[in-house]
């Protein structure tokens, strides 16, 4: 088949790859390499990332995988065709290590981009709410009618979708700044870019390259290709110069039977629409999509209604304007559970906000000190050491009408493995209150 996109080149038979890092993603794309006849050497600088997992040490070895845990060297690097960095590892940290002119440093969504025969992409970045959307576009395109493939940073590498076989109508790919970065001619049919705010300025030297890097999203399409934004990023997107037809959405009650709580999901629902609309998706298999739809784990995910008091799980709110949006979502009056490493934004200019809507903060974890300063004298503040005694808390002052929301403002990495984990805590606990 002829592609239709420019895909840059695909490694030769015998080049050497560089993979970084022995996640879900970089054994996918480790994995897609041997396959297409290059030398892999696997990298992870973890010396105990394989431990306890035998079985897939034994693979990669019957596979020719030349696995080396451990610091990394320039040596490691010398000589290979590509290198294929974790999504969290940040490419300048690869500086010093890797000869640019030799080698091509490229994401693992670009690397199995160069091997899909033309199935369209519908891909999703923003800082928040891309999970949701993305979920959201797959339903409405399935509801049409097509086989859909819903991956990237959502959870399916897209080299699995490659090295499965299993072609499908549209490939419906979350992807975040890390993975942008070292995208080069990676080109969605479909681009949606539902938002920036500040985030990820632990990984990113400031928000101008964390802006660059989501709007990179855009830089290889052209007029027949179709850019989704939020109405508020009309001048970046001026200055970026796309040239694919743009389309800028607000929230709209379009879908009035929706389940999902809040402004930003009416955002999320026609952000989706207008991209699936490209695909040929009616106006009514959307509607019936979103009326099926149910909220994702951890994104103000209703867990249940006690004494007339309803606890809501939004773990994933790691930032301060995932905090905003969570509690604009809300007409009743709330206990805000918050707490975890802090990742940076503005706590204090949400003084007005939590005069309005909040009864009072309870805070458990790490960086009581950030929200103390911002929110002192504002609303009542308590501190617990961990969750469990901060729920019951929170629990016991609330009185029927309220709700008692989950929504950290930070990352979980203080006391839990991922938000995941925490959100999983927060709902045992509220299933043991009585």
Same mark, same amino acid.
């Given at each position: 088949?002829?592609?239709?996109?420019?895909?840059?080149?695909?490694? @030769?038979?015998?080049?050497?790859?560089?993979?970084?890092?022995?996640?879900?993603?970089?054994?996918?794309?480790?994995?897609?390499? &041997?396959?297409?006849?290059?030398?892999?050497?696997?990298?992870?600088?973890?010396?105990?990332?394989?431990?306890?997992?035998?079985?897939?040490?034994?693979?990669?070895?019957?596979?020719?995988?030349?696995?080396?845990?451990?610091? !990394?060297?320039?040596? #490691?690097?010398?000589?290979?065709?590509?290198?294929?960095?974790?999504?969290?590892?940040?490419?300048?940290?690869?500086?010093?290590?890797?000869?640019?002119?030799? %080698? *091509?440093?490229?994401?693992?969504?670009?690397?199995?981009?160069?091997?899909?025969?033309?199935?369209?992409?519908?891909?999703?970045?923003?800082?928040?709410?891309?999970?949701?959307?993305?979920?959201?576009?797959?339903?409405?395109? !399935?509801?049409?009618?097509?086989?859909?493939?819903?991956?990237?940073?959502? =959870?399916?590498?897209?080299?699995?979708?490659?090295? =499965?076989?299993?072609?499908?109508?549209?490939?419906?790919? *979350?992807?975040? %700044?890390?993975?942008? #970065?070292?995208?080069?001619?990676?080109?969605?049919?479909?681009?949606?870019?539902?938002?920036?705010?500040?985030?990820?300025?632990?990984?990113?030297?400031?928000?101008?390259?964390?802006? @660059?890097?989501?709007?990179?999203?855009?830089?290889?399409?052209?007029?027949?290709?179709?850019?989704?934004?939020?109405?508020?990023?009309?001048?970046?997107?001026?200055?970026?110069?796309?040239?694919? &037809?743009?389309?800028?959405?607000?929230?709209?009650?379009?879908?009035?039977?929706?389940?999902?709580?809040?402004?930003?999901?009416?955002?999320?629902?026609?952000?989706?629409?207008?991209?699936?609309?490209?695909? =040929?998706?009616?106006?009514?298999?959307?509607? &019936?999509?979103?009326?099926?739809?149910?909220?994702?784990?951890?994104?103000?995910?209703?867990?249940?209604?006690?004494?007339?008091?309803?606890?809501?799980?939004?773990?994933?709110?790691?930032?301060?304007?995932?905090? #905003?949006?969570?509690? @604009?979502?809300?007409?009743?009056?709330?206990?805000?559970?918050?707490?975890?490493?802090?990742?940076?934004?503005?706590?204090?200019?949400?003084?007005?906000?939590?005069?309005?809507?909040?009864? @009072?903060?309870?805070?458990?974890?790490?960086?009581?000190?950030?929200?103390?300063?911002?929110?002192?004298?504002?609303?009542?503040?308590?501190?617990?050491?961990?969750?469990?005694?901060?729920? &019951?808390?929170?629990?016991?002052?609330?009185?029927?009408?309220?709700?008692?929301?989950?929504?950290?403002?930070?990352?979980?990495?203080?006391?839990?493995?991922?938000?995941?984990?925490?959100?999983?805590?927060?709902?045992?606990?509220?299933?043991?209150?009585?």
């Amino acid at each position: 088949m002829a592609l239709e996109k420019n895909r840059g080149r695909r490694i @030769e038979p015998g080049e050497l790859a560089v993979v970084v890092g022995a996640g879900r993603s970089g054994l996918a794309a480790a994995r897609l390499l &041997r396959r297409a006849g290059a030398r892999v050497r696997l990298l992870d600088s973890n010396l105990k990332a394989l431990a306890g997992r035998e079985v897939l040490a034994a693979e990669l070895a019957a596979l020719g995988i030349d696995v080396q845990l451990g610091e !990394h060297s320039a040596a #490691q690097f010398a000589g290979a065709a590509f290198v294929v960095p974790s999504p969290g590892m940040p490419v300048a940290r690869l500086e010093g290590l890797v000869d640019t002119q030799v %080698s *091509e440093i490229l994401a693992e969504m670009e690397l199995a981009w160069r091997y899909l025969d033309d199935e369209p992409v519908l891909a999703i970045t923003g800082t928040s709410g891309k999970t949701t959307t993305a979920s959201l576009a797959a339903a409405m395109l !399935h509801e049409q009618g097509y086989a859909v493939f819903l991956g990237g940073n959502i =959870g399916t590498p897209l080299s699995e979708y490659v090295l =499965g076989g299993k072609k499908a109508d549209v490939l419906v790919l *979350e992807i975040s %700044s890390f993975q942008l #970065q070292a995208c080069t001619t990676f080109c969605p049919r479909a681009g949606i870019l539902l938002n920036i705010t500040p985030n990820h300025l632990d990984y990113h030297k400031d928000m101008a390259e964390y802006t @660059e890097a989501k709007f990179r999203l855009f830089r290889c399409q052209d007029e027949g290709d179709l850019a989704v934004l939020g109405e508020d990023l009309q001048a970046l997107a001026d200055a970026h110069r796309l040239k694919a &037809r743009k389309v800028f959405v607000k929230a709209t009650d379009r879908f009035p039977a929706s389940c999902l709580m809040g402004a930003h999901n009416r955002i999320n629902e026609e952000a989706a629409w207008q991209a699936c609309r490209l695909f =040929g998706v009616t106006e009514a298999s959307a509607t &019936r999509a979103v009326e099926r739809f149910q909220p994702l784990p951890h994104r103000l995910e209703r867990v249940r209604e006690l004494g007339g008091v309803l606890y809501v799980n939004d773990s994933k709110c790691t930032t301060v304007s995932a905090l #905003q949006v969570a509690l @604009e979502a809300f007409d009743r009056p709330v206990r805000l559970l918050c707490g975890g490493k802090f990742k940076g934004g503005d706590l204090a200019g949400l003084a007005d906000l939590l005069r309005a809507k909040v009864q @009072e903060v309870v805070l458990f974890g790490a960086s009581r000190e950030h929200f103390e300063k911002a929110w002192q004298g504002i609303v009542p503040i308590s501190w617990h050491e961990t969750m469990e005694p901060a729920v &019951r808390f929170a629990s016991a002052n609330a009185r029927s009408g309220d709700v008692v929301l989950l929504a950290p403002a930070t990352s979980s990495y203080d006391l839990y493995k991922n938000y995941e984990q925490r959100g999983e805590d927060f709902k045992q606990i509220v299933g043991k209150l009585s």
